[in-house]
Nanobody, 126 residues
């Protein structure tokens, strides 16, 4: 599966942004999806994940309540809606796909995700 992330940009603290990740290739609905981010000088970290069906989601503690992951299997797209953004949310955001055999959440570990998009930069100014 090929992934293309978009929607990044510059936003003021407290603002909102929605990232999209369009998938092509194999059947999108058979992949759990995740978002990760990498801030300057830091390691890549898990942000959120969603199951095939979209029924179950999981978030990093630092973003819970502010960021929402969702998906539209008819459009082969996963989203990350971001509200109440903080300067510490500044990072390159990556979408990733996990191919599993059941509709379960993968572990919040980048090694669980075999397919990655190219990343989209989110900059939050103070």
């Amino acid at each position: 599966v090929q992934l293309q992330a978009s929607g990044g940009g510059l936003v003021q603290a407290g603002g909102s942004l929605r990232l999209s990740c369009a998938a092509s290739g194999r059947t999108f609905s058979s992949y759990a999806m995740g978002w990760f981010r990498q801030a300057p000088g830091k390691e890549r970290e898990f942000v959120a994940a969603i199951t095939w069906s979209g029924v179950r989601t999981y978030y990093a503690a630092s973003v819970k309540g502010r960021l929402t992951i969702s998906r539209d299997n008819a459009k082969n797209t996963v989203y990350l809606q971001m509200h109440s953004l903080k300067p510490e949310d500044t990072a390159v955001y990556y979408c990733a796909a996990h191919e599993g055999i059941r509709d379960l959440l993968p572990s919040p570990n980048e090694y669980e995700f075999a397919y990655w998009g190219q990343g989209t930069l989110v900059t939050v100014s103070s």
